[in-house]
């Protein structure tokens, strides 16, 4: 593992309580979604600022709404009279329920999110800038396909249109499998940094100064997490990578997102290890033929997790990209 303290000196270390800050969002609660499509499901959502760019962040796999605890502050806090920005809890996850009984697609968690925009009346034609990770990513696209008329840009970070398996079929098995075998906390944390974050960029040293690696500051978040956040529950994890394997835009649908869309980004890195940063290509390649102008961006040797790892550049190309869609 590629930090330098060891759990226990993370859990003692004097800034292990501040390493992730709680703003106080504008609004916050649930919205009841599905409620006739097998629901009633619980979806929690907070919403930062109150400027006129609405930003709807997406979180992927697993991932809680506080996983955006970067972008809040760089857009909701400090650039509140300019953008108002939304993050929830997928459904299976966090906050949100997550029931065994009905099914994780990511079309159905693409209504939810629909749903939980018309809940907080966001609902005015190209008012939506929509940016989605990885299983977001996923979810963006269903929900740009579904109501094209009410985005304004579309940004798709570290996603695919469909996953495509890189290794032998049976390595690609196997590393699934993996995936789903039970782990100890530090087996986890582990896997989860080759997965997410390169390794150049693990070894140096803490952006901020507080730890003595990135590494380290990855584990202290994810000690955090543990001990502030509700426990995940093993049916989301579960259902909701069934949604993301199973996900599928094909050449007709992604061509009509293209069409119907006028402002996309699709972004990668070139070191992903979750999704191979070739499903990017692929998908601007389909998304590319409705005609428009798709924009793509891509960072060198970079992990999946391009919000944190290129925090400064990520937030200034979403800034850049979603102030120019929205004077058109």
Known sequence: MSHTLTLEELVRHPEITNVIVKHEPRRCGA???AL???????IAYEVYGNGPIHLVF???LNGPRIAWHRQIKYFGIDRGDQFTVLVFDNRGVGDSDAPWALKYSTS????DTVELCDFLSWTKPKQLHVIGV???????QELAYLIPDRVASLILQSTAAA????????????????????????QRLAAAQRNLFSPSWLVKPDDHGVFPTNADRYVAEELWRLNDLKPPVIQGFLLQGLAATWHYVGPDRLKTIGEKVDRIMVCTGTGDEMIEWGHSTRLVEGLR????????????GVGHVLSWEVEGEYNKMVEEF???AHRI
């Open 36 to 42: 006739e499509r097998g629901g009633p499901i619980s």
């Open 58 to 60: 997406i979180m992927g």
């Open 31 to 33: 919205a009841f979604v």
């Open 322 to 324: 979603v102030t120019g």
């Open 108 to 111: 159905d968690m693409a209504k």
């Open 163 to 186: 996953l495509v398996p890189t290794l032998p079929w049976h390595k690609h098995l196997l590393h699934r499998a993996t995936m789903l075998m039970p782990k100890t906390l530090p």
């Open 134 to 140: 990885s299983m977001g990513g996923m979810i963006a």
């Open 289 to 300: 033929k409705g005609g428009n102008e798709v924009h793509y961006r891509e960072w060198l």
